[in-house]
């Protein structure tokens, strides 16, 4: 029985590990440049994320700092978190780079879509959140401020409210991906799935809830669209089963036509 020397059987995990080492640097190498362009305008990136509050904001009230250092500290978390964002595709890049040696080529077809969609579908998440969610959320806010009450908000706790915001939509955006895995993987079929319709839009309007103000309209905002990408999962889940059923009957259909002898010549 032949043996492998121990150099043989080390190689293959430590081309892994410095293949790894090699990406996980490119990642921060390219999150650290975006957030050198970005640095200078750290200040500009604030005020643009600020402004759904600020335009409700009473006749001369501003936002605080309450903090000695939160002037500077609270756009620098901004512009660094805006740096990781705007370089997910890099990230997903390497990470797919990383692990499509290992996939089938069936895998790699579908795989490549998901990673796109997923970060497409987080961007729109953040994108609703500002520019529908924000400002029906903070008029609500202001509307119900108590007479006699300033409202002025610190700038720091207003970064991690709205960070907290952007992460659950964006997550909330990712239910195609999600329920597309859960179908594909075969974890959950496609009828189990539609039949627990109600059960998952009663779901999306409890989460719209804890996500928004109490009033019916935000909750709505929120709700019908997690709704509605539920149901484009399983759309795209059924549909790819579909073509992966009928796939396997076709190569079925082949290896049972090459294995069948050739009929007796006459």
């Given at each position: ?13 430590v081309?892994?590990?410095t293949?790894?080492?090699t ?10 440049l ?5 640095f ?10 600020a ?10 009230a501003?936002?605080i700092?309450?903090g000695?250092a939160?002037?500077?500290l ?20 390497q990470i ?24 497409l ?17 903070f008029?609500?806010?202001?509307s ?59 779901g999306?309007?409890?989460?719209g809830m804890?996500l ?14 997690m709704?509605?990408?539920f149901e ?16 396997e009957?076709?190569e ?15």
């Open positions: 029985m032949s043996t492998r020397a121990p150099e043989d059987q080390e190689m293959p995990l081309s892994h590990l293949e790894l080492r990406r996980l640097l490119r990642c921060v190498i390219a999150i650290l975006i957030f050198a362009a970005l200078y305008f750290a200040q500009d990136i604030y005020a643009l994320v402004a759904p509050l600020r335009a409700y904001l009473p006749a001369g501003t936002m700092a309450t000695v939160s002037p500077f609270t756009p620098f978390k901004l512009t660094l978190v805006v740096s990781l964002f705007l370089g997910m595709p890099i990230v997903l890049q797919w780079g990383f692990i499509a040696p290992g996939l089938y080529k069936q895998e790699k077809r579908i795989a490549v879509p998901l990673l796109v969609s997923s970060i579908l987080f961007y729109a998440g953040m994108a609703f959140a500002y520019f529908v969610v924000f400002p029906i959320m008029g609500f806010f202001a119900v401020t108590p007479e006699g009450v300033a409202m002025m908000t610190d700038i720091g706790q207003y970064l991690d409210f709205v960070l907290t915001l952007f992460f659950a939509f964006g997550v909330a955006f990712e239910i195609p991906i999600a329920t597309f895995l859960l179908i594909w993987v075969g974890i959950v079929d496609v009828g189990t799935l539609r039949k627990s319709r109600p059960y998952v839009i009663v999306c309007f409890i989460v804890f928004t103000p109490p009033d019916v309209f935000s909750q709505v905002l929120l709700a019908v669209p709704w509605m990408l484009v999962g399983v759309f795209f889940g059924a549909m790819v089963k579909r073509q992966t059923a009928e796939a009957e076709v079925e259909h082949n290896g049972e036509t090459a294995d069948k002898p050739p009929a007796p010549r006459p």
